[in-house]
């Protein structure tokens, strides 16, 4: 009887490592029986690779931030800070609690036949794999000891982790690693971080020469990211009264037409297929050219998440300007700059104004210039988020861990 491996995480970039690792997994051992439970959004990128979703999906009025603030409520601190008790509101009304045991019973149910968990995330995946009484992995994509030097767990999480029935604890750095082991968290270990496997460049040449590429990446939330990219289409007309440069974005399909036509009209641009124009200023967009944007480019302008970790993870800089949310506020920013280091800069602690939009533009026009910072920004990228493969060597890690376990295994 083929042996099966469950797969729960919570969000956009929690989907995305525990997709690649599943997909490196059926690469190596197709015969294994894999299915997925996304407890944040739809599980999209479960759904293009046709894996089964075992439980009942939705996306949130938050998109997904109060199932991560609810780390922080089970170790309350700053936890009233960092939730926004509107969002709440509307996610509960939305069916928040209802979504989330539907979900915990759905994962109880398919459990008993499952082999091994993967949970990939932080406290919400961890409490639903210990529930079950399986065996499983831990994947601690959601959190790292750069934040703060020394990873905060809640409780619940050492209570998940330290139960026999973790196999292993994989970390998103080396770092994090380190702090884990002596802390006593024996079986924990890095083995790369899946995100960078995506970034293959297709070959389209995009760059103009003598003239830098900055690529802008507005998020993937709608409407935020239009909000987001309406700063950034003020800040690329900022950095033009400064310097020649090219400006590429790189933006989801739910990023419509309709979507671009609206944010030309609000700022006074004009919206041709395949770009934006104000003045003598022009700005690309595109769908299908992420990993070329980011390996082609000199400069990144990040409002988003995942997209600006594997920026770094290429030696890029960051300029992070904060919007008015939900997610990208300056609290995220302030956090992304502790977790990813000298490669971000984050102007201003609101969200952006005009005064903060030219301030963003001298910056951008100084580190451009400035050669030994960008060289600094290549050497942190490898120590902060590391190069390709770690897709890989997670998924041999499941096929080596499932071929040394009882075939009746129960540990509840």
């Given at each position: 009887m083929a042996q099966r491996v469950l797969f729960l995480s919570n969000g956009h970039g929690e989907d995305l490592n525990a997709s690649l690792v599943l997909k490196a997994l059926g690469a190596i051992a197709p015969e294994l029986e894999v299915a997925a439970m996304p407890i944040v959004g739809e599980g999209s990128a479960y759904r293009k690779l046709g894996v089964e979703i075992i439980g009942p999906t939705q996306q949130l009025p938050s998109?997904?931030?109060?199932?991560?603030?609810?780390?922080?409520f089970l170790n309350p601190v700053n936890w009233w800070r960092d939730t926004n008790p509107v969002s709440l509101v509307k996610d509960v009304l939305s069916g928040l609690i209802g979504l989330t045991i539907g979900q915990l019973r759905a994962v109880q149910r398919y459990s008993p036949a499952c082999d091994l968990l993967f949970a990939c995330g932080d406290i919400v995946p961890i409490l639903f794999a210990r529930l079950t009484g399986r065996p499983f992995f831990?994947?601690?994509v959601s959190t790292s000891s750069y934040y703060e030097g020394k990873v905060k767990l809640p409780w619940l999480a050492q209570w998940g982790m330290?139960?026999?029935q973790c196999l292993a604890i994989l970390t998103r750095d080396r770092y994090t690693a380190q702090d884990l082991l002596g802390r006593g968290f024996a079986q924990t270990q890095f083995l790369g971080y899946p995100i960078m496997d995506v970034l293959v460049p297709s070959g389209q040449a995009l760059n103009e020469p003598h003239m830098p590429l900055i690529a802008l990446l507005p998020g993937s939330r709608l409407p935020e990211a239009q909000i987001n990219l309406g700063l950034m289409l003020e800040l690329c007309a900022a950095i033009a009264q400064l310097r020649p440069a090219q400006f590429r974005a790189a933006l989801v399909s739910s990023f419509t037409q309709d979507y671009l036509a609206t944010l030309a009209r609000d700022h006074g641009w004009t919206l041709h297929p395949g770009y934006l124009q104000k003045a003598a200023v022009t700005v690309h967009y595109h769908y299908d050219a992420f990993a070329d944007i980011l390996h082609q480019c000199d400069l990144v302008v990040g409002m988003a998440g995942t997209a600006v970790e594997q920026a770094v993870g290429l030696g890029k800089p960051v300029i992070q300007i904060p919007g008015p949310?939900?997610?990208?506020?300056?609290?995220?920013a302030e956090a992304q700059m502790r977790l990813l280091g000298a490669s971000i800069t984050t102007i201003g602690t609101r969200p952006?104004?005009?005064?903060?939009?030219?301030?963003?533009?001298a910056k951008i026009d100084a580190m451009l210039k400035d050669e030994p910072y960008l060289e600094r920004c290549r050497r942190n990228g490898q120590e902060r988020v590391g190069g390709p493969g770690g897709s890989d060597a997670i998924a041999h890690k499941i096929v080596e861990t499932l071929k040394h376990l009882p075939q009746e295994t129960s540990m509840v």
């Open positions: 998109g997904g931030f109060n199932y991560i603030n609810f780390a922080r831990v994947f601690l330290r139960s026999p949310g939900p997610q990208f506020t300056y609290l995220f952006a104004t005009t005064k903060t939009l030219v301030e963003a533009a």
